[in-house]
């Protein structure tokens, strides 16, 4: 499988990639043995960049993606996790609800401080069993999780400390690069217009559906050196169900403008004689400044469609097709 090269460093990702939140449990159980197996299925097609975070299943998909690559040859892959929530123990009935399954029983904390992303570091490698993480990325920093006022202070303590802890452990070899991953626009141009970062796991927002990131983030990429990997690329999957009833779109129900953009963009893929679903995969990697697009799922079946869509035919000439039915939004 082709790799793109992170920011200027040296490190290499697979242009497909997979992401950790649902065998954490996102929505849904995930049993240990279907996310072993979904795992497998990833590594035998070749996806040799695993993206988890502590937040999926509050430890739990550290946990399963540790258990899997501790046996492999550590420099036949890329692992990146998360920073700025630190979990504590609390009884079961006290376990917060994230729109996760049976997570493992704890509550969390956001501190995206000097100490708190140290902390949240050396609490990862014990979850993962691992003595090397490639790449961490500030997790879900912003309005859109935590309001404006919350932000104002998170963005500070990461400003204030949080930046020179990434910077500390990458210069003495810890990890190979940073960055921030969330689902909002904003955020990533307000921290990359103050400090560098090697790359942005940004969520939903440059998908063949929402190209929010457009106009502003990926020039400014483009200029810092900036690498994008790009998740939610079925913006929570009408662009993979087509504008059936009962389709979501960014995490609620489509509304009737959303079902009938997407049901003009199926016209458009089915006059092109491809599923919808591969041309929202295949969208984002025709920008040089994506290293890779994440595909997660708890479900082998499922991530093998997904991946065989990839092999779909889609004439880089249909994306511009798309454009008069796109949106652009900022939430938070």
């Known amino acids: 499988m082709d790799k793109r090269r992170i920011g200027t460093t040296a490190l290499e990702v697979t242009e497909i990639s997979f992401g950790g939140a649902a065998i954490g449990g996102l929505y849904r159980a995930c049993p240990r043995e279907a996310a072993m197996e979904t795992l497998q299925t990833a590594w035998e097609a070749g996806l040799r960049y695993f993206d988890t975070a502590p937040f999926y299943g509050f430890g739990l998909s550290e946990r399963r993606t540790g258990d899997f690559l501790r046996y492999k040859p550590r420099d036949s892959y890329v692992l990146s996790t998360k920073v ?33 992303i140290m902390r949240s570091v050396e609490f990862s490698y014990a979850r993962l069993g691992l003595n090397r993480i490639d790449i961490l990325f500030v997790h879900d920093i912003g309005t859109y999780t935590h309001g404006v006022e919350k932000t104002k202070v998170h963005f500070r303590q990461l400003m204030d400390g949080g930046l020179k ?35 942005i796991l940004l969520a939903s927002r440059y998908s063949l559906l929402d190209r929010s990131a457009e106009a502003d983030l990926l020039p400014l990429c483009r200029q810092r050196q900036t690498s994008l990997i790009i998740g939610g690329v079925f913006n929570s999957g009408i662009l993979a169900t087509g504008p059936v009833h009962g389709a979501h779109f960014d995490y609620a129900p ?6 009938e953009r997407v049901d003009a963009m199926e016209k458009i893929a089915t006059e092109g004689g491809y599923p919808l679903a591969a041309a929202a995969l295949q969208f984002p990697l025709h920008q040089p400044v994506v290293a890779s697009v994440l595909t997660g ?8 469609r997904n991946l065989d869509l990839f092999d779909v035919e889609v004439p880089q000439t249909e994306f511009a097709k798309y454009a008069p039915y796109t949106v652009v939004q900022e939430l938070g």
């Open 297 to 304: 799922t708890a479900k082998a079946a499922n991530l093998t």
């Open 165 to 199: 802890a990434l910077e500390e452990l990458k210069s003495s070899g810890v990890i190979s690069a940073y960055g921030l991953g969330v689902n909002e626009v904003q955020i990533c141009l307000d921290v990359l217009r103050e400090a560098p970062l090697d790359c």
């Open 84 to 116: 700025g929530r630190l979990f504590r123990p609390v009884p079961e009935d006290q376990v917060p609800d994230h729109s996760y399954v049976d997570p493992l029983p704890f509550a969390l904390d956001c501190d995206y401080s000097y100490d708190g």
């Open 254 to 259: 489509a509304t009737e403008d959303i079902l």
